[in-house]
């Protein structure tokens, strides 16, 4: 079956099933799974639903998250861009807050055009690891998950698939 891809839809869905994805959340953090078994049915579900959903096609996430870039994603993007890592802070980003890297000074990105991204092959890796379900200890990233299920199909269909089969409403 046709996976859900509409950002207003998923949306919708993601508000309707807010209570539910904060109590499995609570869940998750106490159940008798490992964060490494948990790890590993995130890991199957993201595959299979990456697999279904074409980001080219979404591209919510440069509208509405954006990436945080380090200096070596400043210094790749300024060089083809053809001018200085300096000139490329001043035009795109704001001030690092946190030392995770820099945000965009405006969203959507600047890059997002007709729904593409025109940096694709120079993108930061913040872009490229997005939505992160890649990662290892999910367990630990809860509350970026559950806030990404409205923000981005990939994530709505793990976090939902996950829900079915280790919730506690099917388990056991
Ligand atoms: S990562 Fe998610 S929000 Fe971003 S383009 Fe892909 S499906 Fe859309
Ligand atoms: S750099 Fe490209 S992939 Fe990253 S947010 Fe901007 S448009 Fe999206």
Redesign the pocket.
């Known amino acids: 079956m046709k996976l859900e891809?509409d950002?207003g839809t998923i949306g919708r869905l993601a508000e309707k099933n807010r209570d539910a994805d904060w109590a499995f959340r609570s869940y998750l953090k106490s159940c008798d799974l490992s964060a490494e078994e948990i790890d590993a049915l995130v890991h199957k579900h993201y595959k299979a639903v990456s697999e279904q959903?074409a980001?080219?096609k979404?591209?919510?996430?440069?509208r509405v998250?954006g990436p945080l870039f380090k200096e070596k994603d400043v210094q790749r993007l300024a060089a083809h861009l053809k001018i200085t890592g300096e000139a490329f802070i001043r035009d795109y980003l704001k001030p690092e807050e946190d030392g995770e890297g820099r945000p965009l000074k405006s969203l959507p990105c600047p890059f997002l055009s007709d729904n593409s991204c025109v940096v694709y092959e120079q993108r930061p890796d913040d872009c490229r690891s997005?939505?992160h379900l890649h990662k290892k200890d999910f367990v630990f990233r809860l509350m970026q998950a559950v806030s990404?299920c409205s923000?981005?199909?990939?994530?709505y269909h793990v976090y939902n698939r996950l829900k079915a089969e280790i919730g506690p409403k099917t388990r056991g």
């Open positions: 891809t950002i959903i980001c080219r979404c591209g919510n996430c440069c998250v997005y939505p990404n923000i981005c199909p990939i994530v």
